[in-house]
C-alpha cells in the first residue's frame, strides 16, 4: 500500500527589512522607539524582521527617500538574505515607490499601507470593510501607474505607447467607480447609525478613546461585562463597539473606539467617519493611556491632536492611566537597579504604589486622573465610582426631575 502524501499548505511568514529617515532633531532613543513601532506593527501584519536601517536627513531624497549609498547597502543585505519586503515608517510617494522598486525587485510597503493592511485583517463588521476598502482605493488611485510599469520594458512602436496609457486610464475609472460606490454604501451605514444615535438620544453617551493598544478593550470588558476582542496587537478594534452600562441606577452607552497612532493615514480617518462619530457625540471621554510605555506622554499629544483634528478636544475627559502593574514592577527594577530604593527594616526593597502614583506630576498635571490595572483589575472599583459620578452629574443636569 502506497503511503500517503503529505503536503505543506501552511504560507512562510513574509520577511522584512524597516527603513527610517528621522530629522537631525531626532534623537536615537526617540527613532530607536519608532521603529520599535514599526517592528510591531509588522508583526500585528504578519511579517518578521530582520533589520533596521536608518540615515539621517535634512529632508528625504526626492527621488529615492534615502541616499544612493544607503539604498545600496539596503539592497545589498535583501538580496543576500532573501527579504520579502522593504517597509519604511514614512509614507512614499509614487515615484519613490516607482524607483526603489526598480532598485530592490521587492515588495516596497510605506507605512500608510502596513496601517491600511492591518485595518483589513482587523475589520469584522460589513460597514468596517466598506470602510478600509473605501481608504484602500483612495490610496491606490494615484498609485496605479506603478501597476503598469511591465510596458515601459516593451520596446518602442506602432501600437505600444496607446494601450498603456489607455489601461492605466482605464484601471483609474474602475478605482474612481468603486470609491463612488463605496462612498453611497457608507453613505447608508451612516444613515442607519445617525437613526441608532437618535434613538438613543438623551442617554448620556462615554467613548474610551487613547492610542493603539493602550487597553480599552480590556477595559470596556470590564465595566460593561461584555466580551469585546482584545488582543496585545495593535488596532485589535477597528469597529465601534457600543454597551448599555448601568451604574445605581444611572444608564448610559460605553463605547470602544479604533485606536489612534502618530501618523496615522488621513483617508483612514475620513474613511471612519462612523465610527468617530461615536466620539464627536459623546459626553464624555475616557482617555486610557498605557503609563508602562516609555513615550506615554507622546501618545497623550497625538490623541489630543487627533481629537483636536475631530473637532473633540474640547469634551470633557477622564484620563485613566492603564497597566500600573507594569509600570510599578519597572520602577521597581529601576530603583534597585540604581540602588535608591528606600529599604525597610528588614533589608528589603519598599515597592512603589497606586499613592506613590497619585503624587508624581502625572496625576497633577493631568487633573483628574485615575490609575488602574485593567488586566490585574487594579483600583477598578475607585475607577467605577468616579465614572459613575461623572455620568450622574451629566444625566441628572440633563433631567433634573430625576434627582
Avoid: C
Amino acid at each position: 500500500m502506497a503511503k500517503q502524501k503529505y503536503y505543506e499548505t501552511s504560507k512562510p511568514q513574509e520577511t522584512a527589512v524597516l527603513v527610517a529617515v528621522p530629522g537631525y532633531r531626532q534623537t536615537d532613543e526617540q527613532t530607536e522607539e519608532y521603529l520599535d513601532e514599526l517592528a510591531f506593527l509588522a508583526e500585528t501584519a504578519g511579517a518578521h524582521t530582520l533589520k533596521r536601517f536608518v540615515q539621517k536627513l535634512d529632508k528625504p531624497d526626492v527621488r529615492t527617500f534615502v541616499g544612493s549609498g544607503k539604498l545600496d547597502e539596503i539592497q545589498a543585505y535583501v538580496k543576500e538574505h532573501g527579504v520579502d519586503m522593504v517597509i519604511f515608517d514614512d509614507d512614499l510617494s509614487p515615484s519613490q515607490v516607482r524607483n526603489i522598486e526598480r532598485e530592490m525587485q521587492v515588495k516596497i510597503v510605506d507605512r500608510s499601507l502596513l496601517i491600511l493592511d492591518i485595518f483589513a485583517l482587523r475589520a469584522k463588521t460589513a460597514q468596517a470593510h466598506a470602510q478600509v476598502e473605501m481608504a484602500q482605493y483612495q490610496y491606490l488611485l494615484p498609485r496605479l501607474t506603478n501597476l503598469w510599469t511591465h510596458l515601459s520594458k516593451q520596446k518602442g512602436g506602432i501600437g505600444m505607447k496607446g494601450p498603456g496609457e489607455t489601461e492605466i486610464e482605464t484601471d483609474r475609472r474602475i478605482v474612481r467607480d468603486k470609491i463612488s460606490l463605496l462612498r453611497e454604501r457608507l453613505k447608508k451605514f451612516e444613515k442607519q447609525n445617525y437613526e441608532q444615535r437618535k434613538a438613543r438620544a438623551g442617554i448620556v453617551r462615554v467613548a474610551l478613546v487613547g492610542y493603539t493598544n493602550v487597553g480599552k478593550s480590556t477595559l470596556m470588558n470590564l465595566l460593561s461585562k461584555s466580551e469585546v476582542f482584545a488582543e496585545n496587537k495593535l488596532f485589535a478594534t477597528v469597529d465601534a463597539t457600543v454597551r448599555k452600562v448601568v451604574f445605581d441606577n444611572v444608564p448610559f452607552l460605553l463605547s470602544d473606539t479604533v485606536g489612534f497612532i502618530r501618523k496615522l493615514p488621513t483617508k483612514l480617518i475620513e474613511s471612519f467617519k462612523s465610527t468617530l462619530d461615536e466620539i464627536r457625540e459623546a459626553d464624555l471621554l475616557m482617555h486610557v493611556v498605557d503609563v508602562s510605555h516609555p513615550s506615554f506622554e507622546d501618545h497623550i499629544a497625538v490623541v489630543n491632536e487627533t481629537l483636536k483634528d475631530i473637532n473633540s478636544a474640547e469634551k470633557p475627559v477622564l484620563l485613566v492611566f492603564n497597566k500600573i502593574d507594569e509600570y510599578l514592577k519597572k520602577r521597581e527594577e529601576e530603583l534597585q537597579a540604581e540602588g535608591q530604593g528606600m529599604l525597610e527594616e528588614d533589608g528589603q526593597y519598599v515597592r512603589p504604589s497606586i499613592e506613590d502614583l497619585k503624587a508624581t506630576y502625572m496625576a497633577k498635571e493631568h487633573a483628574p486622573a485615575m490609575f488602574i490595572s485593567a488586566t490585574d483589575k487594579l483600583n477598578i472599583d475607585a475607577l467605577r465610582e468616579e465614572l459613575q459620578r461623572r455620568v450622574a452629574e451629566i444625566h441628572f443636569q440633563r433631567y433634573p426631575n430625576n434627582v
